[in-house]
């Protein structure tokens, strides 16, 4: 598959977004991490539309909040947009702690649409040893979510 033009735009607004953001706890640049997850993204065959998305799950969440998904729906659309918004785990500031927070994002999951869990699915490393197998039937997406959660000792309601 092509890309088009939309998606280098929509890596250019990353990287601007992003531009002084580094990585917690270490010195490299985080348009590193939204790079990796699109990448992601599209060797698990994902669409343009996902791997845009990929580039900019986390705008609303670290950088402007309602007002920048707004800015990503009108410049990218709203399928773009939707998956932002079901990656972002915080809309207020200050964050709310990790555990918790993790706890409620990923108890909201399995009830978001499959095309918008592959995101999520291939920035954790819960699904790093499984990024070529993963197929768009919900509970095989969501399985390594859970996986990880219950690693962490999240909790989390059954997967469907």
């Keep these: 598959m092509a890309l088009s033009k939309l998606y280098d735009e929509a890596l250019v607004y990353a990287s601007d977004l992003h531009r002084t953001q580094v990585r917690k706890g ?10 990796s997850v699109s990448s992601r993204v599209l060797s698990a065959g994902g669409t343009e539309v ?3 998305a990929g580039l900019l799950h986390d705008t609303a969440e670290d950088q402007g909040g309602q007002a920048t998904l707004d800015e990503v729906r ?12 079901d990656c972002t785990d915080s809309w207020v500031e200050p964050t709310p702690a990790w555990r918790p927070r993790k706890e409620v994002y990923l ?3 399995p009830k978001k649409p499959t095309s918008s869990l592959l995101v ?9 040893s499984d990024t070529e197998r993963l197929s768009q039937h919900r509970r ?5 979510l859970y996986r990880w959660a219950r690693r962490d000792h999240l909790v989390l309601p059954r997967a469907q």
């Design 50 to 52: 996902q791997a845009i």
């Design 74 to 85: 009108k410049r990218f659309g709203s399928d773009v947009a939707q998956i932002v918004a």
């Design 140 to 144: 095989r997406i969501v399985a390594p």
């Design 107 to 109: 108890s909201l999951l």
């Design 120 to 128: 999520p699915c291939r920035q954790g490393r819960q699904c790093r």
């Design 26 to 35: 270490s010195s490299t640049p985080y348009i590193a991490h939204l790079l």
